[in-house]
Antibody, heavy 119, light 113 residues
Framework: QVQLVQSGAEVKKPGASVKVSCKAS????????MYWVRQAPGQSLEWMGW????????RYSQKFQGRVTITRDTSANTAYMELSSLRSEDTAVYYC????????????WGQGTLVTVSS | DIVMTQSPDSLAVSLGERATINCKSS????????????LAWYQQKPGQPPKLLIY???TRESGVPDRFSGSGSATDFTLTISSLQAEDVAVYYC?????????FGQGTKVEIK
């Protein structure tokens, strides 16, 4: 069965960077696009960007352009999201989610990774 | 950016009664070449990731109970829970995947009256 397992919670200081991983299993990792979506406490969902796991192409939300980098390691079936220059407003749960096919909905989600930014 | 606006923000429904959630997009998410509406609905329970319920506006995901249904086209969409069960208490989000940036509604919290 398809599973996306994310790395554990992180606590970071303002100005630092965080890198969250998402290990995929149960499907051909390289055939799909992986999204990153975040959710601040009590808030809605916010798309950050995606990576085509096959060719490595990425697309980022303009809001995070310059601060976010999404990569993947096909040998490890793992996608990564790195966010830099952290500020308190970046405190959120970060999710990876698989896009079901080209330009479509998100069918499987990771369990989420809480990133807390605090001095 | 396409803005997704849900209504109401919250609603309380008696067990067994119907719950209706609306979602309006600021521009059409209907792709004319394939006649598909690029709109999905997710359910999120506390401490859990979102769960896909409906995609292409009206296609129920495998394993989702048939009391959940989606309807609408272009800019106006509805998620209906025909007979609310206790396990349906959650926040529901609409999501457009027509264009980037992908955007979500603000969420509708469903509770038991």
């Amino acid at each position: 069965q398809v599973q996306l397992v994310q790395s554990g919670a992180e606590v970071k200081k303002p100005g630092a960077s965080v890198k969250v991983s998402c290990k995929a299993s149960g499907y051909n990792f390289s055939k799909y696009v992986m999204y990153w979506v975040r959710q601040a406490p009590g808030q809605s969902l916010e798309w950050m960007g995606w990576i085509n796991a096959g060719n490595g192409d990425t697309r980022y939300s303009q809001k995070f352009q310059g601060r976010v980098t999404i990569t993947r390691d096909t040998s490890a079936n793992t996608a990564y999201m790195e966010l830099s220059s952290l500020r308190s407003e970046d405190t959120a749960v970060y999710y990876c989610a698989r896009e079901t096919s080209g330009w479509a909905h998100l069918d499987y989600w990771g369990q989420g990774t809480l990133v807390t930014v605090s001095s | 950016d396409i803005v997704m606006t849900q209504s109401p923000d919250s609603l309380a429904v008696s067990l067994g009664e119907r719950a209706t959630i609306n979602c309006k997009s600021s521009q059409s998410v209907l792709y004319s070449s394939n006649n598909n509406n690029y709109l999905a609905w997710y359910q999120q329970k506390p401490g859990q990731p979102p769960k896909l319920l409906i995609y292409w506006a009206s296609t129920r995901e495998s394993g989702v109970p048939d009391r959940f249904s989606g309807s609408g086209s272009a800019t106006d969409f509805t998620l209906t829970i025909s007979s609310l069960q206790a396990e349906d208490v959650a926040v529901y989000y609409c999501h457009q995947y027509y264009s980037s940036p992908r955007t979500f509604g603000q969420g509708t919290k469903v509770e038991i009256k």
